[in-house]
Nanobody
Framework: QGPLVESGGGLVQPGESLRLSCVAS????????KGWHRQAPGDQRPMVAT???????NYADSVQGRFSISRDNAKNTIYLQMNNLKPEDTGVYYC??????????????WGQGTQVTVSS
């Protein structure tokens, strides 16, 4: 296993919810910012949500109000609660550990990804 391991993906219908989890095995990065990203086939891997060590969150416009990122530092785990899922949310979701450079989140480590499919 790598430094980050995601779980919780699956097949759901539009309007349903999923919660993704990501466990970090390297406690040395426990204070880093964390992020979730989505990659559709043939696409890049844009940011979905990020959270700093202090709990400040940032979301892509497409998921604002539907997704919620959180972290449990004691468990070295981050979560992505996804509500009211839409077909365009389909993709492989990756978690990352990152740093802020001039206020911009820059991923440093990646998980292996978990598939989320939203389809009726």
């Amino acid at each position: 296993q790598g430094p980050l391991v995601e779980s919780g993906g699956g097949l759901v219908q539009p309007g349903e919810s999923l919660r993704l989890s990501c466990v970090a095995s390297d406690s040395r990065r426990s204070g880093y910012s964390k992020g979730w990203h989505r990659q559709a086939p043939g696409d890049q891997r844009p940011m979905v949500a990020t959270i700093t060590s202090g709990g400040h969150t940032n979301y892509a416009d497409s998921v604002q109000g539907r997704f919620s990122i959180s972290r449990d530092n004691a468990k070295n785990t981050i979560y992505l609660q996804m509500n009211n899922l839409k077909p365009e949310d389909t993709g492989v979701y990756y978690c990352s550990t990152g740093i802020l450079v001039a206020g911009k989140y820059v991923p440093q480590d990646w998980g292996q990804g978990t598939q989320v499919t939203v389809s009726s």
